[in-house]
């Protein structure tokens, strides 16, 4: 089986310090983007959350509205859209009209929702939004067909619904965020959509890639769907430097309170055993603290464990100032995007054959020139 081709992209939550102002981290956000743009990033996915303070976007669908303005042809994904918070028939309405600003820049992702915090606040039963995401996926699929829809559920009513636009993507991509439990892979394969492996490098997450993988194809089965793994994303932390002691340096300015925040609102928190957070994450295979070098194995590593996927999304994740995390992206885009496409493979070919044949070619040069003087020599001179 041949490789499929290998695109790259960035998982923005974000992370966002909350002593510093969040309207010019907003506007670092668009920065992002444009700067993504032009490093030929594939695609930029952006997340939901409602409370927590760090991830401080509210509605991917707004901010990939402006962002997509700004740019030129990286994709957006709305990364994810938690559909328990909202009322499937606006979902479906902001989505297509998102697709049409964008012509057809975009991909529709969605979840159950990770914050308890952001469920409970809304008075929504944690234990109750995977039920609900699917739920609205089917309703929501219905009605970006066209369909006329009346549903009633014990969170919305619906009558005779439809959607105001149909999508300008025919078809608009939908994924399914999937973790550690099987519900992601359950639900991509359902409905035939494609799978978002948000925690792909996690201890726990990363033992069930290729088991959640295989279920999503049983169930795709079962419906007559099959699942495309050039549709499937792998999501993992990344921060490179030059070299390995440049790339831990410059995690050191806000690896600390993102892990304070992580602890939090993660239902997997750090071990409390001394160990530093920074060997934790480089020891277990979770996060690249390291070179382009050490990007390239983590994707080889989650290739050994998945098998082909489509698209690797470099999670942002604070831990650098600015500038040293623009020129982390800088660096992937420079050493580990070509590894993979093999935009060098003929350039390195070419330089090869120069490098075996440098005798030869130095002997032909030389003959070639001692050819040109010695038929200038014997030109005949003009007398006179």
């Not at 707004?62 to 328990?84: D, H, N, Q, S, Y």
Request: aromatic share 8%; with cysteine.
């Amino acid at each position: 089986m041949s490789q499929i081709p290998l695109q790259h992209g960035v998982f923005l939550a974000p992370y966002h310090p909350n002593e510093e102002s969040p309207t010019t981290w907003l506007r670092r956000d668009i920065e992002l983007a444009q700067h993504l743009d032009k490093l030929g990033f594939a695609e930029l996915w952006v997340g939901e959350h409602h409370s927590g303070g760090f991830e401080i976007i509210a509605s991917p669908d707004l901010f990939i509205a402006a962002a997509a303005e700004v740019t030129r042809r990286i994709r957006f994904g709305t990364g994810v859209m938690t559909l328990p918070y909202h009322n499937p028939l606006v979902v479906a309405n902001r989505i297509a009209q998102l697709d049409h600003q964008t012509m057809g820049r975009v991909s529709f992702g969605f979840g159950p929702g990770l914050l308890m915090s952001d469920a409970l606040m809304m008075g929504i039963d944690p234990e109750k939004t995977r039920d609900m995401l699917l739920e609205a996926i089917d309703v929501i699929v219905r009605l970006l067909r066209g369909e006329s829809v009346t549903a009633r559920t014990d969170w919305f009513n619906l009558v005779e619904a439809r959607a105001h636009l149909l999508p300008y993507s025919q078809p608009l991509e939908m994924a399914v965020a999937s973790a550690g439990t099987p519900s992601g892979g359950r639900a991509a394969g359902k409905f035939g959509m494609s799978m978002l492996c948000v925690a792909a490098s996690q201890v726990g997450a990363f033992d069930v890639l290729a088991s959640n993988w295989k279920i999503a194809n049983e169930v795709a089965a079962q419906y007559g769907n099959t699942m495309d793994p050039a549709k499937l994303r792998l999501v993992a932390p990344v921060h490179i430097a030059e070299t390995r002691e440049k790339a831990l340096e410059n995690v050191r300015h806000g690896l600390d309170r993102w892990v304070r925040y992580y602890d939090m609102a993660s239902p997997n928190p750090f071990p409390k055993d001394g160990r530093d957070p920074v060997d934790i994450l480089i020891d277990s295979g979770r996060a690249v603290i390291g070179t382009p070098e050490d990007a390239i194995a983590m994707i080889e590593r989650l290739r050994g464990k998945q098998g082909q996927f489509g698209v690797f999304l470099a999670q942002h994740v604070d831990w650098a100032d600015w500038d040293q995390t623009m020129k982390s992206f800088e660096l992937y885009a420079r050493y580990v995007m070509p590894h993979f496409s093999g935009a060098n493979a003929n350039r390195i070919a070419t330089y090869n054959v120069m490098a075996e044949r440098v005798e030869e070619f130095k002997a032909l040069r030389r003959g070639a020139a001692d050819k040109a003087f010695a038929q200038h020599e014997a030109a005949p001179r003009k007398v006179g």
